[in-house]
């Protein structure tokens, strides 16, 4: 009888054991779940905060495995009637990238100076809300810069001069690009020379945003 009591109690215990760690464990998880999203984020926020327009470069070149994951992260953007009509041309030949720069009138001395920079192009057959999908496409490979840690620079290019017909249009015959497409910007990337300050989320101007009615 004693002996049978004992084996009870020992049941019980070990039952008690085993939803006591069940408990700790999924409790344990949940947190891990609720600090991974968390994460998750402040890393977006931290990036859009960290971002800048960096125009100057250090002269290290930048792997081409890095250039890929950023074009992979532009080429992720959404697009207008799922068409993906934007393409890319990287330039990093210096020579070339002096004749890229030039084509705009003005002049863009961050295309020059870079390391590489990624010509954002747009097939207009494929939709006339061309300009919005470039401008997309080209806000996520800012954003993609910054998380590799390479400085980047908005050029812009549609509605812009070049020497003698529009920018685009020069940029196109200077590279190839079929009549058809239209350049949307110019982005520059290399190691940034200096960090410059981030945004913070504190100065933003919450005037600038309605909810519901303005
Ligand atoms: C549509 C657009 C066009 C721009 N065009 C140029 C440009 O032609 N040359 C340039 O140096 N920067 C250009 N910029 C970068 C802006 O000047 C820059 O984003 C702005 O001054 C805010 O600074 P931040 O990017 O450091 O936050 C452009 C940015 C956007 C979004």
């Known amino acids: ?109 961050s295309v020059r100076q870079s390391a590489a920079s990624v010509v954002v192009m747009v097939d207009t057959s494929k939709g006339e809300l061309w300009a919005e999908d470039g401008s997309v496409a080209a806000t996520y490979l800012l954003l993609a810069a910054e998380h590799y840690g390479i400085g980047a620079c908005w050029n812009q290019i549609r509605l812009r001069d070049g020497r003698k017909k529009s920018a685009s249009r020069e940029i196109c015959e200077l590279l190839g690009v079929p009549s058809r497409y239209e350049v949307v910007c110019v982005v520059a990337l290399g190691y940034p020379k200096e960090k410059l300050p981030p945004h913070k989320k504190e100065s933003l101007d919450k005037g600038r945003l309605h909810f519901d009615f303005y």
């Open 1 to 109: 009888m004693r002996k049978h009591l004992f084996s009870t109690f020992t049941g019980i215990g070990l039952l008690l054991a085993l939803l006591i760690i069940y408990i700790m464990g999924t409790t344990a998880m949940a947190d891990m779940k609720i600090n991974q999203q968390a994460e998750k984020d402040d890393m977006l926020l931290s990036i859009a905060e960290a971002r800048r327009s960096t125009r100057q470069y250090t002269d290290e070149p930048i792997a081409s495995e890095i250039i890929n994951k950023i074009l992979t992260v532009a080429m992720l953007a959404p697009s207008s009637y799922g068409q993906n009509p934007v393409e890319f041309v990287v330039v990093t030949d210096k020579a070339k990238l002096a004749k890229l720069a030039a084509c705009k009138r003005i002049g863009a001395p």
